[in-house]
């Protein structure tokens, strides 16, 4: 054995708690699922999802993006091909009434006001959520809803293998086009979906980017939006918010009206220029606060103040859709009068209807600010994966604790579940969820078990356990570091507004352990949450766990602890992926 591979088993045990016989595994480079032997395809929707899978993952489709990202035109002549190939024009998408959206963050939220607002007018609605976006949370088939709700996974399997063979059939073995990739594939069923369920409009959410997302090949949608920016996947957009500006305006249309939140100048000077160039009129959406006077505050059905503004943009994204299609009741639309912020024109200022006013009250967006409280335990969970995201999350998770404060004689655990994946620097992240003061911070790959391969839905071909393993050691030690820094004589100073938001929302200072927090690392998702939970969750139970996941002290140590606490806190953040394997044990029913 090399000594490398020696050093790095020998970290694996000290480090982490794995199930008996795993560590003598890990070393090997075994993929998280091997892909499934070439067979005639079955019928059932996991053969559907395993094909798809086997198309090209997400981290492959995202390279070839990095290495072609220049030669936009060629991208989407591509998509056109492909949906040409499937029987569909890009005319025959402009049935489909498209509300376009894109952002860094919250575009995702804006789509689900925006859809369930004008599901209350009675409209039937479609809602892709691209791949390049975020992961879906437990199933695939999550990405394409009608009114709300995922399509079936008979459904999914009817419309997957009509388009499979379609474009099997159509392929041409000479060219270098021959199936889509992931990505593309999705968003190529989405349109076939909503145009043979006839919906009355369809919100579609962006995947990375604007200008070469191959939902870009939409070419008359009723409206476009554009939520809040931010630094991220800078690889593929560019390492400035000017340039990530740039590649969300290229969503934007000739003639059809845009909107946006307020962004930094020079973002918003480069999405006004984008907007300019080819006369697409671009509106900037006052807050929420002056859509709320003269009547009651707006209550939101997700979390957070900095769902605010998501909600903003969906109000007038749903108004300017109601008033271009001439519904009843909705006035023209018109600027109420310029902007301060690079001259661009504010939004209509106008009193949110009865419809509006329940769409953003009944919105559900499972992952995103999501509290269950399950007796002792109260599980917060919030996909942030960003440091403006997990910021968010801090303010929110501490907002809520205020909220649901048990008492200063009533002893409570605070617990911190973490992954980060790709190639973000999870120190940032970790830093910035400090101020939360939890008790013990516990790292795990995004796998549900051990051995994912029977469930296609959480199948990763990308990454070795190898790999998900050391990344969570690497967490562990960014962490540890972490605690060695708040060991110097600031200790007890006063956070910064910026990681914890505002003072007055600050929790008293709690005596830390004299070692600091404790950290574990576990081999996947079910181990976590069994060592958490400590058979105290009433629909969490598990028929025994394994014995090992108290070999480590600190393991054993915390067991008693979480067994004996009033009240214990866990918030699931850092990936999406994660909170959807979270999701999935602890809630069974939406893998059904």
């Given at each position: 054995m090399s000594r490398a591979r020696s050093h790095r088993r020998a970290s694996l045990f000290l480090a982490a708690v794995f199930p008996r016989g795993v560590t003598t595994r890990v070393t090997g480079r075994r993929e998280l699922s091997a892909r499934p032997a070439p067979q005639e395809p079955g019928m059932e929707y996991q053969d559907a999802v395993r094909t798809l899978n086997s198309l090209q993952t997400n981290a492959s489709y995202l390279e070839e993006v990095k290495r072609r990202r220049g030669d936009l035109q060629t991208q989407l002549e591509t998509m056109k091909l492909y949906l040409a190939r499937s029987g569909l024009q890009v005319e025959d998408l402009d049935q489909l009434n498209i509300i376009h959206v894109t952002g860094?963050?919250?575009?995702?939220?804006?789509?689900?006001f925006t859809e369930r607002i004008l599901r209350n007018y009675g409209l039937k609605t479609g809602f892709f959520r691209s791949p390049g976006s975020s992961p879906h949370l437990v199933q695939v088939r999550e990405r394409i809803r009608i009114n709300?709700?995922?399509?079936?996974?008979?459904?999914?399997?009817?419309?997957?293998?009509r388009l499979y063979h379609r474009l099997e059939e159509t392929k041409d073995s000479s060219s270098c086009v021959s199936m889509p990739a992931y990505f593309r594939f999705l968003t190529l069923m989405a349109f076939h979906v909503f145009l043979q369920e006839k919906v009355d409009l369809a919100v579609v959410e962006v995947g990375i980017g604007g200008a070469y997302d191959c939902t870009n090949i939409i070419r008359k949608p009723v409206v476009c939006g554009v939520s809040s920016l931010g630094i991220d996947h800078t690889s593929l957009l560019g390492d400035t918010m000017e340039k990530i500006a740039w590649q969300k305006g290229g969503i934007f249309k000739h003639g059809v009206p845009a909107f946006t939140v307020p962004q930094p100048d020079g973002p918003l000077a480069v999405l006004r220029e984008r907007a300019e160039q080819i006369s697409c009129p671009l509106y900037l959406c006052p807050p929420l606060e002056a859509l709320e006077e003269g009547g009651p505050p707006l209550t939101l059905g997700l979390e957070g103040e900095h769902q605010r503004s998501n909600a903003a943009l969906a109000l007038q994204?749903?108004?300017?859709?109601?008033?271009?299609k001439d519904h009843q009741g909705i006035g023209e639309l018109k600027a109420s009068r310029p902007s301060l912020l690079c001259q661009l024109p504010?939004?209509?200022?106008?009193?949110?209807?009865?419809?509006?006013?329940?769409?953003l009250r009944d919105t559900e967006w499972l992952g995103r600010t999501q509290i269950l409280c399950r007796g002792p335990l109260t599980w917060y969970l919030d996909g942030a994966h960003t440091c403006s995201s997990v910021q968010a999350c801090v303010r929110w998770f501490r907002q809520a604790l205020h909220r649901r404060k048990s008492g200063p004689e009533v002893p409570e655990v605070r617990v911190l579940l973490f992954n980060s994946t790709g190639d973000r620097d999870p120190a940032p992240l970790l830093k910035l969820l400090r101020p939360c003061q939890f008790d013990y911070a516990v790292f795990c790959p995004n796998l549900t078990e051990v051995a994912s391969t029977g469930n296609a839905d959480q199948q990763n071909f990308m990454v070795t356990l190898d790999q998900v393993l050391l990344r969570c050691l690497e967490h562990q030690q960014h962490w540890s570091r972490l605690d060695e820094e708040a060991a110097s004589p600031d200790l007890w100073s006063t956070p910064s507004p910026e990681a914890g938001g505002p003072a007055a929302l600050l929790?008293?200072?709690r005596l830390p352990h004299t070692h600091g927090t404790s950290s574990l690392v576990f081999s996947c998702i079910s181990h976590a949450l069994q060592w958490i939970s400590q058979g105290r969750d009433p629909d969490f139970q598990t028929p025994s766990s394994p014995r090992d996941l108290l070999a480590h002290p600190v393991a054993n140590s915390g067991a008693s602890v979480l067994r004996e606490a009033a009240a214990i806190h866990v918030l699931v953040t850092g990936s999406l992926h994660l909170v959807g394997g979270v999701l999935k044990l602890l809630d069974p029913s939406l893998s059904q």
């Open positions: 860094t963050k919250g575009k995702g939220s804006t789509c689900a709300g709700q995922p399509i079936s996974p008979e459904h999914f399997t009817k419309h997957f293998w994204l749903a108004r300017c859709w109601l008033q271009r504010l939004a209509p200022v106008f009193q949110p209807t009865s419809h509006m006013r329940h769409g929790l008293a200072p």
